[in-house]
C-alpha cells in the first residue's frame, strides 16, 4: 500500500481505467476464442461420434459370434442326427441282408431237396 501512497492519483486513476478495461475486455469473445470453441466442440463431437461407432462395432462382433456359435451348435446336432441315421440304416440294410441271404439259403436248400427228389425219380 506504500506504493500507492507515493504515486500520483492521476497515474493511479488511469491505471485502475486500464485494468478495468482489460477486464472488461476478456468477458467479450475475439474470433480465435470463438475459432478456438468451435474446433473444441468439433472435437468432442469427433470423439463421441468415435466412442458411438466403436461401441456398435463391438456389440455387432458380439453378435456375430453369438450367431457363430449357434450356427456351429446347430451344425453339431444336424451331423449327430445325420450320423444316427447313417448308424441305423446301416444296421437296417444288414438286417435286410441278412434276412435276404437267410431266404437264399432257404430257397437254394428247398431247390437242392427238390432236385434231389426228382433225381431219385427219374432213377426208378
Known amino acids: 500500500m506504500v506504493v500507492l501512497q507515493k ?12 485494468l478495468s478495461g482489460a477486464l472488461g475486455a476478456c468477458d467479450d469473445e475475439g474470433t480465435a476464442e470463438k475459432a ?3 474446433v473444441d ?15 456398435a462395432t463391438k456389440e455387432a462382433a458380439e453378435d456375430a459370434t453369438e450367431a457363430t456359435k449357434e450356427a456351429a451348435e446347430e451344425a453339431k ?27 437264399a439259403a432257404e ?7 427238390e432236385a434231389e427228389e426228382k ?3 427219374a432213377t426208378k
Do not use: F, H, M, Y
Request: proline content about 1%; hydrophobic content about 45%; glycine content about 6%.
Open 119 to 121: 433225381a431219385k425219380e
Open 36 to 38: 478456438g470453441k468451435k
Open 41 to 55: 466442440n468439433a472435437a468432442e463431437s469427433v470423439q463421441e461420434k468415435a466412442g458411438e461407432a466403436a461401441e
Open 77 to 103: 446336432k444336424k451331423a449327430g442326427e445325420a450320423v444316427e441315421a447313417t448308424k441305423e440304416a446301416a444296421k437296417d440294410a444288414a438286417e435286410a441282408t441278412k434276412e435276404a441271404a437267410e431266404d
Open 7 to 18: 504515486l500520483p492519483r492521476a497515474l493511479l486513476l488511469a491505471l485502475l481505467i486500464g
Open 107 to 113: 430257397a437254394t436248400k428247398k431247390a437242392a431237396e
